[in-house]
């Protein structure tokens, strides 16, 4: 052998890939029970009917935005890293934190599919606080979810929102920068410096004319996305089970009509807003209950941020994305606070 490193063929272990039990055992879970609320035999199964139900609910309302997700970070696979960055800005200044927070205002996503661009955002090199402004000024800022919005507690009171919303993403942006450049959080591993004489448009033209677009490709990149949806699919999931179990002993309409204006009421919606997996969709009804029947907007604005902030799904993602327990839980320590105060002073002043 020319190298001791060499094993011969007679002596190689077949490569063992592990089964992720997480993914295919929640995958089949959720398909029994969407399967059970389309039977027949419903009906005599008891609490059972509460479960399957939720996840029939919850698969009917996320699958669109885990499907866009998908395809979305497909396409992002083959786009370079550094027109991403020519995008977000280079670096870790508060431009390029201005225009994530912008791009997740824009972005018609919700809070599952979100979860997938940011992660490729992170892995193509963004910053920190970029990928949490991004993330947190996202999920439900989408034109289609303010629409929504609009209609159910109006204009002024969404317009509020979205503002303050994107006023926390800007200043926890800054926190996450300010905190990896004292060295409290770690770097992102696949940042880089973009070239000073890089120019996006003419760069784009000369990549698009010479990038065939054939069933090749097609198939490549759709492949791609599944792949590396495997993620945040297997916590969504997981997500849609527990929320359906958390369902068979929450009463959300007890919640939805009692949490009034007071700091019992707001700390009982924040215990709601992180054990309830709820999409920016299903968030929205439940937030304008809160604000029309509870007369409480700070318990409104903080169910839909609180959300964003202590969703496990969301957690559990920036973890498996950054390979840092630290950086996902200095999620909700950084945002918490701001969700918190915002919430109390529109508790006590209204429109």
């Not at 609180?306 to 327990?325: A, P």
């Amino acid at each position: 052998m020319s190298s001791c490193c060499n094993t011969p063929e007679s002596e190689q272990k077949p490569t063992r890939v592990s089964l992720d039990y997480l993914l295919w055992g929640s995958l089949l879970a959720t398909i029994i029970f969407y399967g059970l609320h389309l039977s027949e035999q419903l009906n005599p199964l008891g609490k059972l009917a509460v479960l399957s139900s939720s996840v029939f609910e919850l698969v009917n309302i996320v699958w669109w935005g885990i499907l866009l997700g998908i395809v979305i970070l497909a396409a992002m696979a083959k786009v370079p890293r550094e027109f991403v960055m020519s995008l977000l800005a280079t670096g870790s200044g508060f431009k390029g934190i201005m225009r994530a927070t912008i791009g997740g205002v824009l972005l018609d996503l919700c809070s599952h599919g979100i979860l997938m661009v940011g992660a490729k955002l992170y892995e193509r090199g963004a910053s920190l606080g970029q990928v949490m402004a991004f993330l947190i000024a996202s999920p439900w800022n989408s034109f289609t979810l303010t629409v929504i919005l609009v209609a159910l507690i109006g204009l002024p009171w969404t317009i509020v929102f979205i503002i303050t919303s994107m006023l926390i993403a800007l200043i926890s942006g800054v926190i996450f920068d300010a905190l990896v450049g004292r060295k409290v959080l770690p770097e992102n591993p696949y940042s880089f410096d973009l070239p000073e004489d890089f120019q996006f448009w003419p760069q784009a033209k000369q990549r698009l004319a010479e990038t065939q677009f054939d069933k090749v490709m097609i198939l490549s990149m759709l492949k791609t996305g599944l792949v590396e949806s495997r993620i945040v699919v297997r916590w969504i999931l997981f997500g849609i089970l527990i929320a359906g179990l958390i369902r068979l002993v929450l009463d959300v309409d007890a919640f939805q009509q009692y949490f009034g204006p007071t700091l019992l009421g707001l700390g009982l919606t924040m215990v709601a807003a992180t054990i309830i997996e709820v999409c920016s969709e299903g968030s929205a009804p439940v937030a304008a209950d809160l604000m029309t029947r509870g007369q409480a907007p700070g318990n409104s604005f903080a169910f839909l941020m609180g959300g964003v902030s202590t969703d496990y799904t969301e957690i559990m993602v920036l973890k498996e994305s950054t390979q840092s327990w630290k950086i996902a839980l200095f999620l909700p320590l950084v945002t918490l606070p701001q969700i918190l105060l915002i919430a109390y002073l529109f508790n006590h002043y209204s429109i």
